[in-house]
């Protein structure tokens, strides 16, 4: 039976309770850029196009609000494998829009964090990133640091990725003030009947850098099988991981730091360089040359208790070893590596704090387990009323990191000896939330109204101590350092979709959110432990949003939206000590206040989309953290900081094409302009003002992506792409100036291959080049060289 104009566009208003056991179903999705509104026609059923709001035939509806006109992104399944090299679940967004994941190698788990438009790869709590609705964003803190705070990629594969979707801004009631940056929803496969996979993948990245010149290796294999049996739908997906990354940090002494006089081992093999200011340094080896073995479990199960009624439970388990080595690169007069002591070379002696000691050249052991649970219960009648209960679980049940003494170098700490131990176990966060849709009758013009309560909360705790006898394998000794705390954000929110006239929509929300901090604490010895007050705070994020349907091809539409970011448990409470670092805390910092404005024009082209969107953000009381070395301590001192003011407009251009020029030719790109600067700071790095008028950190002033694909035939096809990323800075006051550099951020341009041959109906083969035209580029660890993939699937 045919559906009305009204059905169809109900359907596509509220995807997430249009779900695949009542028929065909209508989500809004968008590869690379925003179609107007699909509906059927009551005669036809032709398409006919409406509001921003682009309708596809997918068997699992997203979570992301896309009734509302405003930036969505997204990519399918099919485009994911036809055109990217995807070994880890973030590459599925290489090729999007403003955005960047700092993946340094292969399973890269501690600091793969997502930068936006307005947002740098210091900031992971501007963002959320979710599966199926499962909140993977770790938002115990923000940026890197003891326990990093990416999101936990790794509980998505690539092989089960169904669709990821982005939306751009905080434009939505539904979501925290972290989301002031974007929205990231994976949805993941479900199947309707019988399925299986297999695959096997390698890669291998020969690498050339200071006095390295090595080749790593990635195995990857992953099975996966589900099945529909009547109201149960079940699925499982297993990976394992085994990767070695490059080096990734690197042992350094400033060459002010030496002196002419003094003795020490004469030692050759170090490189000259210079630092991210200009300094002039010498590098005298490698750290943090991770070898990472990870498995992934997932199962999830959905039961339909009545044609209109579904659970669904969630079961992700995470484990990961990791061990770093450190490769030292002097030598002495015998030939033998020098890890240790007072050390001269080109002229200069390095002694005292200056020498070498088993902190230049760490050893790491981690080990960690995740568990992850998202259990829902959801109507999906398409009447007047639907509603949803919703819970989230995610616990670090063992999260253990083990590395040698500063007193205890290499080679002799390989075999145990002083350290310390590292335990973040009980740490994680929870989910609860209960939402509801209105779909009124009888009011003037079609409303959609969506309400909802939510509670999120989360627990740090992290605990160091020290280690005499055998870090390797002790148990927990004195105590070194400990940082613990909670939050939680209680929220109020509604959302009202309102189609007031034939050609227009308005959406007008509003969030209420009660926020506190609670338990903080932290210490350095047992007898100095502080404990801080309990604090709350209130806000409320209004959020408005207006499109029209100019002409039958092109929309346009305006976006206003207010998000309040409040401080993490580790921004609050994070004060850690150790041999070469120091981190300074402040509980009594403000939450961040965004304003973010969007216009946008799209214009369907027939077989091509095109977007231009402007856009604008004012931040006040940006939360940083800005660190400085010490040379004279060896230290590094950090300090999470309230920045006055960053003002950032911007200018982004989006295009998708099937069969341009050529039935065969797939094309899409994009072109971002951000000028984010610092308008106003009490603080400096360096001296007062020194922050005022600089570029706010790793957002460069362009980037820009592009790729073809070329299909010769339905077995294979070939794509080539392109991004490209200007001058950034690490600093507030962008003193950092050299980013070709160890500690620095470099501008890059990185083009990436992939083939891709579907030998039968079973069998699926790839192979891939990323960074085909080997840029060395920065963030201040180095991003991989050129490296070659091979991949092997069969699908039954």
Not at 83 to 111: C, M, Q, W
């Given at each position: 039976m045919r559906k009305s104009r009204m059905a169809a566009a109900l359907a596509v208003a509220f995807p997430r309770v249009s779900t695949a056991f009542t028929g065909p179903v209508l989500t809004g999705v968008l590869a690379l850029s925003l179609l107007p509104l699909a509906q059927a026609d009551d005669n036809n059923n032709a398409p006919s196009k409406s509001l921003?709001?682009?309708?596809?035939?997918?068997?699992?509806?997203?979570?992301?609000?896309?009734?509302?006109?405003?930036?969505?992104?997204?990519?399918?399944?099919?485009?994911?494998?036809?055109?990217?090299?995807?070994?880890?679940?973030?590459?599925?967004?290489?090729?999007?829009?403003?955005?960047?994941?700092?993946?340094?190698?292969?399973?890269?788990?501690?600091?793969?964090?997502?930068?936006?438009?307005?947002?740098?790869?210091?900031?992971?709590?501007?963002?959320?990133?979710?599966?199926?609705?499962?909140?993977?964003?770790?938002?115990?803190?923000?940026?890197v640091g003891g326990l990093s705070f990416p999101p936990r990629?790794?509980?998505?594969?690539?092989?089960?990725?169904?669709?990821?979707?982005?939306?751009?801004?905080?434009?939505?009631?539904?979501?925290?003030?972290?989301?002031?940056?974007?929205?990231?929803?994976?949805?993941?496969?479900?199947?309707?009947?019988?399925?299986?996979?297999?695959?096997?993948?390698?890669?291998?990245?020969?690498?050339?850098?200071?006095?390295?010149?090595?080749?790593?290796?990635?195995?990857?294999?992953?099975?996966?099988?589900?099945?529909?049996?009547g109201d149960l739908s079940w699925w499982l997906n297993f990976n394992h991981?085994?990767?070695?990354?490059?080096?990734?940090?690197?042992?350094?002494?400033?060459?002010?730091?030496?002196?002419?006089?003094?003795?020490?081992?004469?030692?050759?093999?170090?490189?000259?360089?210079?630092?991210?200011?200009?300094?002039?340094?010498?590098?005298?080896?490698?750290g943090t040359q991770y070898h990472t073995v990870q498995d992934h479990v997932k199962a999830k199960l959905a039961y339909d208790f009545t044609p209109t009624v579904r659970g669904s439970y969630t079961l992700g388990i995470w484990q990961n070893t990791s061990v770093g080595s450190p490769v030292s690169y002097l030598r002495n007069a015998a030939g033998q590596t020098v890890y240790s002591g007072a050390f001269s070379t080109g002229g200069l002696t390095y002694s005292g704090s200056q020498a070498l000691t088993g902190a230049d050249f760490a050893l790491t052991r981690q080990a960690s387990t995740h568990f992850m649970h998202g259990l829902s219960l959801k109507s999906h009648t398409q009447g007047e009323w639907d509603w949803e209960l919703a819970a989230s679980l995610y616990d670090y049940s063992r999260d253990l990191l083990r590395q040698n003494a500063a007193s205890n170098p290499a080679p002799a700490a390989a075999s145990g000896g002083a350290g310390t131990l590292a335990d973040g176990g009980g740490t994680g966060w929870n989910t609860l939330a209960a939402r509801g849709t209105w779909r009124p009758t009888g009011l003037q013009g079609a409303h959609i109204v969506d309400f909802g309560v939510q509670q999120?909360?989360?627990?740090?705790?992290?605990?160091?101590?020290?280690?005499?006898?055998?870090?390797?394998?002790?148990?927990?000794?004195?105590?070194?350092?400990?940082?613990?705390?909670?939050?939680?954000?209680?929220?109020?929110?509604?959302?009202?979709?309102?189609?007031?006239?034939?050609?227009?929509?308005?959406?007008?929300?509003?969030?209420?959110?009660?926020?506190t901090a609670t338990q903080g604490q932290t210490a350095f010895s047992a007898s100095s432990a502080l404990?801080?007050?309990?604090?709350?705070?209130?806000?409320?994020?209004?959020?408005?949003?207006?499109?029209?349907?100019?002409q039958p091809d092109t929309v346009l539409k305006a976006s206003l939206g207010r998000a309040v970011r409040f401080p993490t448990v580790a921004e609050l409470y994070g004060a850690t000590s150790t041999t070469n670092s120091q981190y300074i805390n402040d509980p009594n910092l403000k939450p961040e206040r965004s304003w973010t404005a969007e216009l946008s024009a799209e214009k369907d082209l027939g077989n091509a989309l095109a977007r231009l969107t402007y856009f604008a953000e004012t931040t006040r009381d940006a939360l940083y953290s800005q660190t400085v070395y010490d040379a004279a301590?060896?230290?590094?001192?950090?300090?999470?900081?309230?920045?006055?003011?960053?003002?950032?407009?911007?200018?982004?251009?989006?295009?998708?094409?099937?069969?341009?020029?050529?039935?065969?030719?797939?094309?899409?790109?994009?072109?971002t302009y951000a000028h984010s600067i610092i308008k106003e700071n009490a603080g400096y790095v360096s001296t007062p003002g020194d922050t005022l008028g600089r570029q706010q950190p790793n957002i460069p002033r362009w980037r820009a992506t592009a790729q073809a694909t070329w299909h010769f035939n339905p077995q294979w096809s070939a794509s080539l792409g392109a991004r490209y990323s200007g001058t950034q800075y690490r600093t507030l006051n962008n003193a950092d100036t050299n980013g070709f550099t160890y500690m620095g951020v470099s501008r890059y341009f990185t083009t990436d291959l992939r083939v891709l041959w579907r030998i039968d109906k079973t069998l699926t083969a790839s192979f891939g080049i990323d960074n085909l035209n080997n840029y060395q580029y920065w963030n201040f660890h180095p991003y991989p060289q050129r490296s070659y993939q091979a991949n092997l699937r069969a699908d039954f």
């Open positions: 921003g709001v682009v309708t596809i035939t997918s068997g699992q509806p997203s979570s992301l609000p896309t009734q509302i006109p405003t930036t969505l992104e997204g990519a399918t399944r099919e485009q994911i494998e036809t055109t990217i090299n995807a070994t880890d679940s973030e590459d599925a967004l290489k090729y999007f829009p403003s955005l960047l994941v700092r993946k340094r190698y292969i399973g890269d788990y501690n600091h793969a964090i997502l930068s936006t438009r307005a947002s740098g790869t210091g900031n992971s709590a501007r963002s959320m990133v979710y599966a199926d609705g499962i909140l993977l964003s770790n938002l115990l803190g923000n940026g990629w790794g509980l998505v594969t690539p092989e089960e990725i169904e669709r990821v979707d982005v939306m751009y801004g905080p434009f939505s009631a539904a979501y925290a003030g972290n989301s002031a940056g974007a929205v990231v929803d994976y949805v993941t496969r479900m199947p309707t009947q019988f399925e299986a996979h297999v695959s096997a993948g390698f890669t291998t990245q020969p690498f050339d850098l200071y006095n390295t010149h090595d080749t790593y290796k990635a195995w990857q294999t992953s099975a996966s099988l589900g099945n529909k049996n991981t085994d990767s070695d990354g490059q080096p990734l940090t690197f042992a350094t002494r400033l060459l002010s730091a030496g002196s002419a006089t003094g003795s020490g081992t004469a030692v050759t093999g170090a490189v000259a360089n210079a630092n991210n200011a200009g300094q002039k340094w010498i590098v005298l080896g490698t999120d909360s989360y627990k740090l705790s992290y605990v160091t101590s020290t280690l005499s006898n055998n870090w390797l394998s002790d148990a927990s000794g004195s105590l070194a350092s400990s940082v613990k705390g909670r939050t939680q954000l209680r929220s109020l929110w509604a959302q009202d979709v309102w189609a007031f006239a034939p050609r227009w929509k308005a959406v007008l929300g509003l969030r209420l959110e009660d926020w404990a801080f007050a309990e604090r709350s705070v209130q806000a409320a994020s209004p959020k408005a949003a207006l499109s029209w349907q100019w301590a060896n230290k590094n001192i950090s300090r999470v900081q309230n920045v006055g003011r960053i003002d950032t407009q911007g200018l982004e251009a989006a295009f998708n094409g099937q069969g341009v020029g050529w039935r065969e030719l797939d094309v899409l790109g994009s072109v």
